[in-house]
């Protein structure tokens, strides 16, 4: 017979099942409240760009859902990237990661605050875009051999990026080692300021993503001396690859993807996995993108992570070559 003590033990047991605020966490299905989706870059750039128009198309396909963007710049997109995976890993909040924040970053920065693949749950690959190396329209350089001339006979050149460690800055520097110029960096934070320098003439060259200036140089207050691309594009068939320009090793994809924290909730991720690739082929946005420069280029979460992997791999190659290091 069981005791006074047990039967009243009994009930205490059983307390926190029963409590409102577990009961809510058991019959709220996500999402039941807005889903913050962090880009760790200032508004205006590639990645905000792409971050606005998923967030947009992810909140008309998920009925009921809300997804909001948050800016959270600073420290080699180190700041937002560091808060996403902090924050608890419940789908609510979500990080539009890159080749920097997701690869470039496990070389470069010391004592980065966060690990790119351990602490990071990978949702799926969006989008590739190519990397294009501008002057302002007044420059006297019409092709990559005579900026370089310039810069190895007698004129330091000055270059902008979109931040020290960005993608903009290693690959610039590459260029600056390999054909052993005398250049100065100079960093901005976030691409929009380093392209309006760039097109005033403040600076001497810029490594951007093609999204970021696509439409300066189409209108001609910019001169594209190459471009990643495996061939010239058709809508500007008189801008050379990098490969014709004499410089292969500068064509460097930039890609983007959605990150979630890790150990956030398998249904989550595969929900969110899963709409993906429809929203990039939905004409409408495929249509935006390919306007702005982006190629789509879905993966789902498996291969992403495989795909991740092998990028950690070889931005490690490109940060050994220009020895660009930070402080995390």
Known sequence: MPTRRKLLATPLLAT????????????????????RIVIPYPPGGSTDVLGRALAERLQAAIPGSTFVVENRPGGAAVV????????????????????????ANAAMVRDLPYRPIEDFAPIGRLAEVHHALVVPASSPARSLAVLAARGREGGRLTYASSGVGSASHVIAESFVRRERLEATHVPYR?????????????VDFFVSTWPQVVALVKDGRLRCLGIGAPAR???????????????????????????????????????????????????????????????????????????????????????ELTGIRLEG
């Not at 929009?192 to 005033?200: F, I, L, P, R």
């Open 233 to 319: 594009l058709p809508e500007l068939p008189e801008v050379p690859t990098f490969a014709e320009a004499g410089a292969p090793y500068m064509a460097v994809d930039a890609w983007f993807g959605l990150f979630a924290p890790a150990r956030t909730p398998a249904p989550v991720i595969g929900r969110l996995s899963e709409a993906l690739p429809r929203l990039l082929a939905e004409p409408e946005l495929a249509a935006r993108l390919t306007g702005l420069g982006f190629q789509a280029a879905p993966l789902p979460a498996a291969a992403f992570a495989a795909f991740q992997r092998s990028e950690v791999e070889r931005w490690r190659d490109l940060v």
């Open 16 to 35: 926190p099942l029963l409590l409102p605020g577990a009961a809510r966490a058991q019959e709220a299905p996500w999402p039941s409240r807005p889903v």
């Open 190 to 202: 976030g691409g929009a300021q380093a392209t309006t320098d760039t097109v005033g003439g403040v």
């Open 80 to 103: 937002g990237t560091q808060a996403v995976a902090a924050a608890a890993a419940d789908g609510y909040t979500l990080a539009l990661g890159n080749n920097q924040t997701h690869a």
